[in-house]
């Protein structure tokens, strides 16, 4: 399910609020980006982050630039990380270029081997290139998904060297 599909699902609910900030930390766009591309003023968002009640206009506005925000994704190739969150708050950048191509990264944060099994599906549903992931989890991915699988060895150029293995698979 989308990022804006989710929120619309949780509007008059309690769980508005944590659906909103889990979107923004999907995209990666901290709530003072979101505002400037919005065009909905901070103080609203910050109000609407603590649980405050707003308009249907302002909903709106959130759908209609959370939706240009997957838009954007869907054009480009996607790679998806698979990995603890603290490990993919150490990735820095949302696209790479490889061999003259430039990939979007897709984070999937999941600290079980059951939840990488099925951020790997998750991933693979939403078309997804190829998955990078710990060695430990490749093997069971491996066997569920038709995608190329590459492993981070934990080195200093790991990360580079894992996404150039998984584009020459591509």
């Keep these: 399910m989308r990022?804006?599909?989710?929120?619309?699902?949780s509007v008059g609910s309690d769980k508005f609020t944590d659906e909103f900030?889990?979107?923004?930390?999907?995209?990666?766009?901290?709530?003072?980006?979101?505002s400037e591309i919005s065009g909905i003023p901070y103080?609203?968002?910050?109000?609407?982050?603590?649980?405050?009640?707003f308009r249907v206009s302002t909903l709106k506005k959130i759908i209609g630039t959370?939706?240009?925000?997957?838009?954007d994704d869907s054009s480009e190739d996607k790679i998806a990380?698979?990995?603890?969150?603290?490990?993919?708050?150490?990735?820095?950048k949302k696209r790479v270029e490889i061999n003259g191509k430039t990939y979007l990264l897709k984070e999937y944060p999941a600290s079980t081997l059951e939840e990488c099994?099925?951020?790997?599906?998750y991933a693979e549903r939403e078309g997804v290139k190829a998955i990078v992931?710990?060695?430990?989890?490749?093997?069971?991915?491996?066997?569920?998904?038709?995608?190329?699988?590459?492993?981070?060895?934990?080195?200093?150029?790991?990360?580079?060297?894992?996404l150039e293995i998984v584009?020459?698979?591509?």
């Design 43 to 53: 103080s609203t968002l910050y109000k609407i982050t603590n649980e405050k009640d």
């Design 81 to 92: 990380l698979i990995a603890a969150r603290p490990s993919l708050n150490k990735v820095s």
């Design 3 to 9: 990022a804006h599909e989710r929120l619309l699902l």
């Design 66 to 71: 959370i939706k240009s925000f997957e838009e």
């Design 133 to 162: 992931c710990a060695p430990i989890v490749s093997t069971s991915i491996e066997k569920v998904v038709r995608i190329p699988v590459a492993v981070i060895i934990a080195e200093k150029n790991a990360f580079m060297e894992a």
């Design 117 to 121: 099994i099925v951020s790997a599906i």
């Design 21 to 34: 900030k889990k979107v923004l930390l999907e995209l990666d766009v901290p709530l003072k980006e979101f």
């Design 167 to 170: 584009v020459s698979k591509i």
